[in-house]
T-cell receptor, first 114, second 115 residues
Framework: KAGVTQTPRYLIKTRGQQVTLSCSPISGHRSVSWYQQTPGQGLQFLFEYFSETQRNKGNFPGRFSGRQFSNSRSEMNVSTLELGDSALYLC?????????????FGPGTRLTVL | AQSVTQPDIHITVSEGASLELRCNYSYGATPYLFWYVQSPGQGLQLLLKYFSGDTLVQGIKGFEAEFKRSQSSFNLRKPSVHWSDAAEYFCAVGAASGGSYIPTFGRGTSLIVHP
C-alpha cells in the first residue's frame, strides 16, 4: 500500500505570493492533518480535515487555509507569503480519524520564501 | 493550554547502552501522549502512543514509555541503543477536541549514538 505522498517536495516562492501544497493520504484514510516545522518554532499543528470538514485548527493566521476533497486528498494554501513561512510542511493521515488511530506522515514539502 | 517540555536538547549514548529521553507535559485532563522519531531518511514516524489503561506502553523498534500522572511525565526508554536510533525524538501531548485531538509538540531531543 502506498504511503502518504506530498507534492511538490520542494518549492521556492517570493514574498507576497501564494502557494498551494497537496497531500494524498494512504488509501482508505479519511483524516488528514497538516503541520509546519521550522527551526525557530518547532513542530506546530495547522489543521485537521475529516470527511471534507475541518475538524480542528491550530493557532495560525487566516492566511493559512486548507480543504479536503471527496477522495480524501487535501490541499493547503498560504496566501501573501512571508519570509517566516519558510518551513517544512508535513501532512499526515489516519484511517477513521479516531484519536487512537495511528498517524502516518508524508515526506513533507520544503517551502522557501525569498 | 497544553505544553510539553523536553529538557534535553542533545543526548549522547554509546551503542548498546540504555536510553531514557525525558518528557514532561502540562494538561488539565487525562492526556493523549505520543513519541515520534524523525530521521533524514525516514521522515517523521510514530513510535508509540498512550490514551488510557496500562501506563507502560510498548512501541516499535524496541521502545517503550511510561506514563506517570503524579510526575506529569512520559519518558521514552530503550534497553540497548543501536546506531540506527540516531535521530530527533519528539514528545507530544494531544488535547481532546472534535472527536480527535490537537497535538502540541516538544522542541525535540537529538540523539547521538557513538560506536
Amino acid at each position: 500500500k502506498a504511503g502518504v505522498t506530498q507534492t511538490p517536495r520542494y518549492l521556492i516562492k517570493t514574498r507576497g505570493q501564494q502557494v498551494t501544497l497537496s497531500c494524498s493520504p494512504i488509501s482508505g484514510h479519511r483524516s488528514v492533518s497538516w503541520y509546519q516545522q521550522t527551526p525557530g518554532q518547532g513542530l506546530q499543528f495547522l489543521f485537521e480535515y475529516f470527511s471534507e470538514t475541518q475538524r480542528n485548527k491550530g493557532n495560525f493566521p487566516g492566511r493559512f487555509s486548507g480543504r479536503q476533497f471527496s477522495n480524501s486528498r487535501s490541499e493547503m494554501n498560504v496566501s501573501t507569503l512571508e519570509l517566516g513561512d519558510s518551513a517544512l510542511y508535513l501532512c499526515a493521515s489516519r484511517l477513521a480519524g479516531g484519536p487512537t488511530d495511528t498517524q502516518y506522515f508524508g515526506p513533507g514539502t520544503r517551502l522557501t520564501v525569498l | 493550554a497544553q505544553s510539553v517540555t523536553q529538557p534535553d536538547i542533545h543526548i549522547t549514548v554509546s551503542e548498546g547502552a540504555s536510553l531514557e529521553l525525558r518528557c514532561n507535559y502540562s494538561y488539565g485532563a487525562t492526556p493523549y501522549l505520543f513519541w515520534y522519531v524523525q530521521s533524514p531518511g525516514q521522515g517523521l514516524q510514530l513510535l508509540l502512543k498512550y490514551f488510557s489503561g496500562d501506563t507502560l506502553v510498548q512501541g516499535i523498534k524496541g521502545f517503550e514509555a511510561e506514563f506517570k500522572r503524579s510526575q506529569s511525565s512520559f519518558n521514552l526508554r530503550k534497553p540497548s541503543v543501536h546506531w540506527s536510533d540516531a535521530a530527533e525524538y519528539f514528545c507530544a501531548v494531544g488535547a481532546a477536541s472534535g472527536g480527535s485531538y490537537i497535538p502540541t509538540f516538544g522542541r525535540g531531543t537529538s540523539l547521538i549514538v557513538h560506536p
